[in-house]
């Protein structure tokens, strides 16, 4: 090997996900990304291998900016790094001065996920101010957090789906091949086949594992609690359920019997499109084993009933018996404490306390989503002051035209970049940041920790997020809370502990810790800090109905809520005949990060609406014709691609919305005829997955 050509091992950052890889560098640049063949994480997908093309893109931001021109003009000139953080240094300042701290918000966006970048959100705390923000508000956590910690009293990473050692798998609100992070389930998933277990994918689309699904239930989007509640009443009301477990270790199970007594198995199916014959079928294939394993993701948390669909999941395992057994849903580690809600009047309160108080006083922020009232309403407080971190709020939720009017309207607008966003069009300072090749830090890693080594020196004059912050901290007084540079960024990682932190540079793939695999924990008091039989909730039990929600002032226990039943929603009978989902990832991008590619251009050109061919059929849509979908928010109109759909439904991917996409995917945002008012109301998630609409061809 040349001497100007290298391999380094180090960690994919095209995504939270942390694979291990090889890079080779020639020259100062990175040209190839591989799988590390000696890690268990050694995985490189599709998007991973176009790291290349981001880090040394002519598109790259590389210097400090300044506006100079109108808002929204994307007129900027060249400063230096002194001048700009000068510049937002007094900005701050002065809102602070004329509104108080609370004035000053940020944002942090998932790909800003990388562990150091996540420790800045301390930095409107650390000025005095309750409005930090992250993606928290829209991805993840009502499925990982509120879910399981409501119901079990720990977090999805405290889980694991033992698809090693199942009988059957559940794919059910995920896609394994792209979702978080790709690979990961997917090889465990045919490593299970290969042995002979059976897998059943849940979806409304046919395409997720066609070729290797013993069994495709097709289901309207959104309508996945009432699959889940049809099994539950079949369940409860034929006794096949873990008697011992039910009397012993849960509480609300007689309140949830008395809940399903009032559904009906017809309207349940009604609901889902599944019917009642196959419901019963996958209930008696369902209850033939212990050892199923879930592998589930977001989907189901972008739906009325978010929250409580995932609950009533979650319950569905634990009163079957597969709670914590070989091939089941088992717990990773033990003796966890019992994490308490967070004060109900907290005396200043984020946007959103009042609003989403389960959301909040578990999280310790305010939801997002009631941000821009913040701002154009000075409800429930003025904000006049956001930075963004990775983040594209102006695409990423609905109604684009609102966060212009949004961003107009602040006094000050700091971005974080390393494109020009639709978001940093409006910024009155954006600052170069390095991508994840180019920082040395600290990560965690499921398990434990390992370093993050650099790859590539920072391009331009791009800089970590962290070092941004703490210039930004330092010209407001609260700068020696943030770290100045490599060494002191490892050490705050650590939280100052050097022997550790030599100790993971010493260690290529990270320091884990083994976790207590036992089984059935909560029987033996190992589940709980203090050692008693039961679970890390507030009652003690499997909390079928959460003391946690009951304190929040909702109802305990999971509850069903269809979207074509919310007023405002669905139109007249029949208008409206559609559900649409959308938000599925795919292999070449994560989210809009890398959609400016032109390599990702030529092989997804463009976004299509995904519908039956017998839809097609009786709407007389061919392949490739233009369709128009249509909500009470909008109408986008795109090609038609006939594929395995469920009747009934459609999709569009996510991810469009910026000006320096292909036209198609430009012009194509599915979010802009999505709803920005209507929620979640445990968690404030949006329904991004299940929007009545109709669909017609184009004229």
């Known amino acids: 090997m040349a001497d100007n050509c290298k391999k380094i091992r180090g960690v994919c950052g095209m995504c939270p996900d942390k694979c291990d890889i090889i890079a080779t560098v020639e020259n100062g640049r990175l040209t190839k990304v591989e799988a590390d063949p000696d890690s268990p994480r ?101 499925s990982n957090v509120l879910t399981p910690l409501s119901t079990m009293g720990v977090r999805t990473k405290d889980l694991l789906h033992d698809v090693d050692h199942c009988d059957i798998v559940f794919v059910w609100g995920k896609n394994p091949e792209t ?40 289901i309207l989007p959104g309508s996945d609690g009432a699959l889940i509640m049809a099994m539950l009443k079949i369940i409860v009301e034929e006794d096949r359920y873990d008697h011992p477990f039910v009397e012993m270790f849960t509480r609300g199970f007689e309140e949830l019997r008395e809940y399903l007594a009032t559904l009906t198995l017809e309207q349940c ?64 580690g033990d003796h966890f404490p019992t994490v308490p809600l967070g004060p109900k009047d907290p005396g200043r309160k984020p946007a959103g306390y009042d609003r989403y108080p389960l959301f909040s006083r578990i999280l310790g922020q305010g939801q997002f989503a009631e941000f821009p009232k913040a701002v154009l309403e000075g409800d429930p407080y003025p904000i006049r002051a956001l930075i963004l971190c990775a983040c594209s709020p102006a695409v990423t939720y609905p109604n684009q035209n609102m966060w212009h009017e949004v961003y107009r309207k602040l006094d000050c607008l700091v971005v974080l970049e ?40 920072p391009q331009g004059e ?31 990682m650590v939280d100052g502990n050097q022997a550790y932190l030599d100790a993971l540079k010493a260690s290529p793939y990270g320091i884990v810790q083994q976790p207590c695999l036992d089984l059935r924990k909560y029987e033996t008091g190992q589940l709980r800090a203090d050692g008693a039989p039961g679970f890390p909730t507030p009652s003690g039990k499997f909390e079928i109905s959460s003391v946690y929600l009951e304190e929040c002032g909702y109802t305990g226990y999971p509850q069903y809520r269809d979207v074509r039943e919310v007023p405002g929603m669905d139109g007249a009978p029949g208008e409206y005949p559609f559900l649409l989902t959308t938000a599925a990832r ?20 463009t976004p299509t609406l995904d519908i039956s061919p017998e839809d097609a059929e009786r709407l007389g849509i061919r392949e490739g014709d233009m369709v128009t979908v249509e909500t009470r928010f909008g109408k986008k109109s795109y090609p038609a691609r006939l594929c395995p759909m469920k009747s009934g439904a459609v999709h569009v991917p996510y991810g469009g919305g910026s000006s320096y996409m292909p036209p198609a995917w430009r012009d194509g945002n599915i979010n802009d005829i999505c709803s920005f008012d209507f929620r979640d109301p445990l968690s404030g998630f949006l329904l991004f997955k299940s929007l009545p609409c109709k669909v017609y061809p184009s004229k």
């Not at 992070?181 to 849940?202: C, E, F, N, S, T």
């Not at 795919?586 to 050109?605: C, D, M, Q, T, W």
């Open 179 to 218: 979702d978080s992070g790709p690979l990961v389930y997917d090889r465990a998933i045919r490593r299970a086949k290969q042995r002979g277990a059976k897998l059943i994918v849940i979806d409304p689309r046919g395409e997720v594992y066609a070729d290797l699904a013993d069994q495709w239930v097709p």
């Open 586 to 605: 795919n292999r070449f991008r994560f989210s809009s990060f890398g959609a400016n590619l032109p390599e990702i251009a030529k092989v997804y050109p």
């Open 42 to 142: 050694g995985r490189v997908c599709p998007r991973g291998a176009l790291s290349p093309q981001i880090v040394h893109s002519d598109r790259r931001i590389l210097h400090p900016l300044i506006r100079d021109g109108e808002k929204g003009s994307g007129q900027f000139r060249q400063a230096t790094w002194e001048e700009a953080l000068d510049y937002v240094g007094e900005r701050l300042r002065a809102v602070i001065d004329q509104y108080g701290p609370d004035a000053v918000a940020s944002y942090f966006g998932g790909s800003a996920r990388e562990d150091c970048n996540m420790r800045c959100l301390s930095f409107t705390k650390q000025l005095g101010s309750v409005s930090g923000f992250s993606c928290s508000s829209t991805c993840n956590f009502s």
């Open 462 to 492: 791009a800089k970590c997020d962290v070092f941004i912050f703490q210039g930004i901290a330092q010209r407001l007084g609260i700068g020696d809370c943030f770290p100045k540079n490599d060494q002191e960024l490892e050490l705050w």
């Open 269 to 332: 199916s009604a609901w889902c499109g599944v019917p009642v014959s196959d419901i019963r079928a996958l209930t008696d294939l369902f209850c033939s084993t212990e050892k199923i394993a879930l592998v589930s993701y977001t989907g189901l948390e972008y739906q009325c009933s978010g929250v409580q669909n995932n609950r009533a999941m979650q319950t569905l395992w634990a009163i079957t018996g597969k709670l914590d057994v070989e091939g089941g849903m088992r717990f990773v």
């Open 418 to 457: 390393r494109f020009m966003t639709e978001d940093a069009k409006y910024a009155d300072v954006i600052f170069p940041a390095t991508t994840l090749f180019e920082n040395q830090s600290v990560i965690a890693i499921p398990g434990g920790k390992k370093m993050r080594n650099r790859i590539v020196e």
